[in-house]
C-alpha cells in the first residue's frame, strides 16, 4: 500500500512539474513573441523614419533643382526677350542714320544749312575768339565757304568776333555722317558737333519714349 501511494505521489509530482513547465513555456512563447512584435515594429518605424528622411531630402532637392532650372529658363527668356528689344531699336536708331546719310548726300542745301548751324553752336559753346573746324574731307570746300556766314552769325548772337580756321585734322569720312568739330588753337579744348554726336545725344533722350512705343503692348 506504501509503494502504491508513493507512486501516486511521485506520478501526480512528474504531473505537477510537467503543467509547470508547460506554463512556464507558453509564458515564454508569449514574451518571446511580443518581444519580437516589439522589435519588429521598432525595426519597421526605424526604418520608416529613415526612408522618409531620405526621400525627404531628396524631394526637397528635386525641388530646390526645379526651382534653379525654372529659374535659369526664366532668366534666358528674359535675355532672350531683352536681346530682341536692343535689336529693334538698333534697327529702328540704324535706319535713322540711313535717313541722315541719305539727306546729307541728297539734299545739298539742308546739309549746308546744318553745317553752318553746327558751327555757330560749337563756337558759342567753346569761347574762343580763334578756332579750327574739323570736318569730313568731302566737307571742306562747303564748309571754308560758310566761314563768313558763321563768323556774321556769331557776332550777331554774342556781340563778339571770331576767326575760324580750317583744322588739317580731318573726319574719317567713313566713319562721319558729317557735321564739325571745332577745337582751340592748342587743340586741348573740343566740341564734337557732327552729326553721329547729335545722333547719340538723341538717342538717350529719345530711348525711353521708343520702348514705350514699340514694347508698352508686350
Request: glycine content about 4%.
Amino acid at each position: 500500500m506504501q509503494d502504491n501511494q508513493s507512486e501516486k505521489q511521485i506520478t501526480r509530482m512528474i504531473q505537477f512539474i510537467k503543467s509547470e513547465a508547460r506554463e512556464k513555456i507558453l509564458e515564454l512563447q508569449n514574451e518571446t513573441k511580443q518581444a519580437c512584435q516589439v522589435a519588429k515594429l521598432n525595426i519597421i518605424q526605424e526604418n520608416t523614419a529613415r526612408l522618409e528622411q531620405k526621400y525627404s531630402k531628396e524631394k526637397k532637392q528635386i525641388e530646390v533643382d526645379m526651382r534653379i532650372e525654372q529659374s535659369g529658363l526664366t532668366s534666358d527668356a528674359k535675355l532672350e526677350f531683352l536681346a530682341s528689344q536692343e535689336d529693334m531699336i538698333k534697327d529702328v536708331f540704324g535706319g535713322a542714320e540711313e535717313r541722315i546719310g541719305e539727306l546729307v548726300t541728297d539734299d545739298a542745301e539742308i546739309y549746308s544749312k546744318f553745317l553752318l548751324d553746327s558751327i555757330v553752336e560749337a563756337t558759342i559753346a567753346l569761347k574762343e575768339p580763334i578756332v579750327k573746324v574739323i570736318c569730313r574731307p568731302q566737307d571742306e570746300d562747303i564748309v571754308t565757304g560758310l566761314f563768313e556766314k558763321a563768323a556774321e552769325k556769331y557776332l550777331e548772337l554774342t556781340q563778339k568776333e571770331v576767326q575760324y580756321q580750317l583744322s588739317n585734322e580731318k573726319l574719317p569720312a567713313e566713319h562721319s555722317l558729317g557735321g564739325v568739330g571745332i577745337t582751340d588753337m592748342t587743340g586741348r579744348i573740343f566740341c564734337d558737333n557732327t552729326l553721329e554726336k547729335r545722333l547719340e545725344t538723341r538717342k538717350k533722350h529719345l530711348l525711353p519714349h521708343l520702348k514705350n512705343i514699340l514694347f508698352s503692348q508686350e
